[in-house]
C-alpha cells in the first residue's frame, strides 16, 4: 500500500502527538500523566519531547489509560525509527543484495 504522507518529511512522533492533541483534551499536566502511567515524569518528559523512543511497555501502558490500541502507538515509532534509519544510507552501504536463486 503506498503512504500519501511525503517519504522526504519525518514522521510525527508519537510523543508529540501526546503533547499536542492528547494531554490538551484531557487536560492533565504532565507530573499527573505520568503518575497515572505508572512511570517517571522525566520519563513522560522525554517521550513528549521526541527524546525517548516509545516502547513496547509505555504503548500498552497508554493503552490502558486512554483506550487506545498500543499497536497505533508502536507503529507510529515504527514510522519514526525507518525514516530515520534510511536517512544513513551510508550505513547500510556494504549490504549487498543476494541473487534470488539464494535469497529462497
Known amino acids: 500500500m503506498k503512504s500519501l504522507r511525503?517519504?522526504?518529511?519525518?514522521p510525527t512522533h508519537p510523543g508529540a502527538i501526546l503533547l499536542e492533541d492528547v494531554?490538551?483534551?484531557?487536560?492533565?499536566p504532565q507530573s499527573r500523566f505520568a503518575e497515572l502511567l505508572g512511570v517517571s515524569r522525566l520519563t513522560v518528559?522525554?517521550?513528549?519531547?521526541g527524546h525517548r523512543a516509545l516502547?513496547?511497555?509505555?504503548?500498552?501502558?497508554?493503552?490502558?489509560?486512554l483506550g487506545t490500541s498500543a499497536e497505533s502507538w508502536l507503529?507510529?515509532?515504527?514510522?519514526v525509527?525507518?525514516?530515520?534509519?534510511?536517512?544513513q544510507p551510508?550505513?547500510?552501504?556494504?549490504?549487498?543484495r543476494l541473487p534470488a536463486a539464494a535469497a529462497a
Do not use: G, V
Not at 525509527?81 to 536517512?87: C, I, M, V
Not at 551510508?90 to 549487498?96: D, G, S, Y
Open 75 to 79: 507503529r507510529m515509532q515504527e514510522a
Open 45 to 49: 518528559s522525554q517521550l513528549l519531547h
Open 6 to 10: 511525503n517519504p522526504n518529511r519525518r
Open 81 to 87: 525509527d525507518l525514516w530515520e534509519a534510511r536517512q
Open 23 to 28: 494531554l490538551p483534551s484531557i487536560d492533565l
Open 55 to 65: 516502547s513496547p511497555d509505555m504503548a500498552m501502558r497508554l493503552e490502558k489509560l
Open 90 to 96: 551510508e550505513k547500510f552501504a556494504t549490504i549487498k
